[in-house]
């Protein structure tokens, strides 16, 4: 059954327009607090919001509908996704909420939940919270009505949990580290977790003001992030989005380094220490060609799956692999997160870069990436890809492309584009059937 609010991460759209508006979210809060008030203890719910103003509203409106219908509520504030995760997991709680729309504008926000183990819900439980939301969930009585508190200490506990995660015998002693928090959710507990750890902190993208996060900063948008690396003499340059779950990297050149390298990099060194599960790593079918071959080189397999970080952690679930993400810097490490975590993983690069000794140009740069090149088509509405003459240009495409790269065309799942990607050994080939593609696209969405 299709899912009317539920997208791959949650529920996301431009604020005070449906799906996102403050009545929706109490009806959210209201339909999950019923869905998850399993058992006769007293129930509790963790939430967390990154800097986006609306947070503001949708906070407030969230807690009026868990309130109603008995559960008590835990405020965080603002912190990263990954934090809330573990918070609810941490406190006992039956579940957690993160608003937050990650890497988008200011003028989206999104609501994403987590069940009492700390990972993002299953089809079932949005399935079943859905249907709530359109039917009638009961109040409590007066007498049974939750409470809201809010705690204080919740960064220092992420703080902490976070700096667990680094290798003990290592410090960060000696490098000169540039953060970019995108205005957003990490703003205050990033740069907190590297400085205790001994680096030299140059931090940007930390002054949020309600309407700036993500805007020229943080993982989508890293040419300040470059800039200042090569003007400080930094060692290295980490970005996160706004919601911190994503992360990119910058070597001391001013080169990005995105997850597929980042990933090479991790689960390369944990195979050398034998922690890698599984035999490789989990990816989706974004991640370049490059990284599957530099892999297959060291006899370690990679795993794709549909995009979207819970599909990644579905398969490594089912699997028994500990190492997965994706291209765009979703990194989910399962020894210590439950879902993709940017500062814990910046943390395992910055140890693999520690050990070596060398530069990140020479320690990050784990393979020649295969030309690849995304292109997104916005639309208004309908279905493009069912056009028959989408269809053909996508099927003479692939045609072409048969044993010579690979081709992935898709709807996103956060927003109105379609996304097109070919990859290749051709240059001049994959942008040819891109644009190809993208023009006929245009032409059935207009």
């Known amino acids: 059954m299709a899912r009317k609010y539920f997208g791959t991460d949650g529920i996301r759209g431009a604020t005070n327009l ?10 959210v809060g209201m339909a999950a607090g019923a869905h998850f008030q399993r058992g006769d203890h007293r129930h509790r719910v963790v939430i967390g919001k990154d800097t986006r103003l609306s947070g503001y509203m949708l906070e407030n409106a969230l807690v009026a509908g868990f309130t109603s219908v008995g559960m008590d509520v835990v405020l965080v504030g603002p912190m990263p996704t990954p934090a809330v995760a573990m918070l609810t997991h941490s406190m006992r709680a039956d579940m957690g909420v993160m608003i937050s729309a990650s890497h988008n504008p200011y003028a989206d926000n999104g609501i994403k939940l987590f069940g009492p183990d700390g990972f993002k819900l299953s089809d079932e439980d949005e399935l079943a919270i859905e249907a709530l939301i359109d039917g009638e969930v009961p109040l409590a009585p007066s007498a049974e009505i ?23 015998d290592l410090t960060l002693d000696g490098l000169k580290i540039v953060i970019d928090c995108a205005n957003g959710a990490a703003y205050q507990v990033a740069p907190s977790a590297l400085w205790e750890l001994g680096a030299e902190v140059i931090a940007i993208g930390v ?14 948008a890293p040419e300040t992030l470059c800039e200042t690396v090569v003007a400080s003499g930094a060692h290295i340059g980490i970005a996160l989005d706004g919601d911190a779950d994503r992360l990119i990297v910058v070597d001391e ?3 990005v380094v995105d997850g597929d390298q980042l990933m090479a990099t991790i689960a390369g060194g944990w195979a050398r220490q034998g922690r890698l599960a599984g035999g490789g790593l989990v990816a989706t079918v974004m991640s370049n060609l490059g990284l599957e071959r530099h892999l297959s080189a060291q006899g370690l397999g990679l795993i794709r799956t549909a995009v979207g970080d819970r ?9 028994g692999y500990n ?51 995304l292109k997104n088509v916005r639309f208004k509405g309908g279905k493009p890809l069912e056009d ?10 692939e045609a072409e492309l048969d044993g010579k790269g690979r081709l992935v065309i898709r709807a996103s799942g956060t927003e109105p584009v379609i996304r097109v990607m070919a990859e ?7 942008e040819a059937v891109v644009d190809r593609i993208c023009d006929v696209v245009r032409e059935a969405a207009a």
Do not use: C, W
């Open 18 to 27: 449906s799906p996102m508006t403050a009545a929706m979210a109490m009806k």
């Open 323 to 373: 190492v997965g993400g994706e291209q765009s810097g979703h990194i989910i490490l399962s020894d210590y997160a439950t879902t993709g975590d940017g500062l814990v993983a910046a943390l395992q690069v910055l140890a693999e870069l520690v050990r070596a000794g060398a530069p990140a140009s020479e320690v990050l740069h784990r393979f020649d990436p295969l030309p690849q090149l």
């Open 424 to 430: 290749g050994d051709d240059r001049d080939q994959v």
């Open 311 to 319: 599909y990644v952690l579905e398969k490594m679930r089912s699997s």
């Open 253 to 255: 050149q001013g080169k």
């Open 146 to 168: 939750g409470r809201a508190r809010r705690v204080e200490d919740a960064r220092g506990r992420y703080i902490h949990f976070a700096k667990s995660t680094f290798p003990e």
């Open 388 to 397: 028959p003459r989408v269809k053909q240009v996508i099927a003479a495409a």
């Open 207 to 220: 002054t949020p003001n309600g309407k700036n996060i993500n805007d020229g900063v943080g993982s989508t």
